[in-house]
């Protein structure tokens, strides 16, 4: 396998934290660097980017959707009164349409 030098510039504590992991694992720090690469991958790359596009889009459609949920609600609580209304009516008449009535023998 043919390599190239990387040169890394870290902090005093980065670098101790490399070397345990490293050590915890049984690779070197270099070793542990590649698989940190190849996991990380390209393709998670363009995830990132993806889930940022659409997070974009979610937040820029979230104000329109309040909107519809506002005009909804409204919506909703009207058409509530007005069944209310309306089955007061009918529960209020109930009564004086039973006493119209004559009552059957039985």
Do not use: C, H, W
Not at 5 to 10: A, F, G, P, S, Y
Not at 33 to 62: C, F, H, K, M, P
């Amino acid at each position: 396998m043919k390599t190239d030098r990387v040169t890394l510039l870290i902090s005093p504590d980065d670098k101790r934290q490399l070397q345990s992991l490293a050590e915890d694992r049984g690779v070197t720090a270099s070793e542990l660097v590649r698989q940190a690469v190849q996991a990380y991958g390209a393709s998670s790359i363009d995830e990132t980017r993806e889930l940022a596009a659409l997070t974009a889009e979610l937040r820029g459609a979230i104000p329109a959707m309040r909107k519809s949920l506002r005009d909804a609600n409204t919506t909703a609580e009207r058409t509530i009164a007005a069944l209310g209304d309306r089955t007061q009516f009918k529960i209020a008449e109930a009564p004086a349409r039973y006493r119209a009535g004559k009552r059957r023998a039985r």
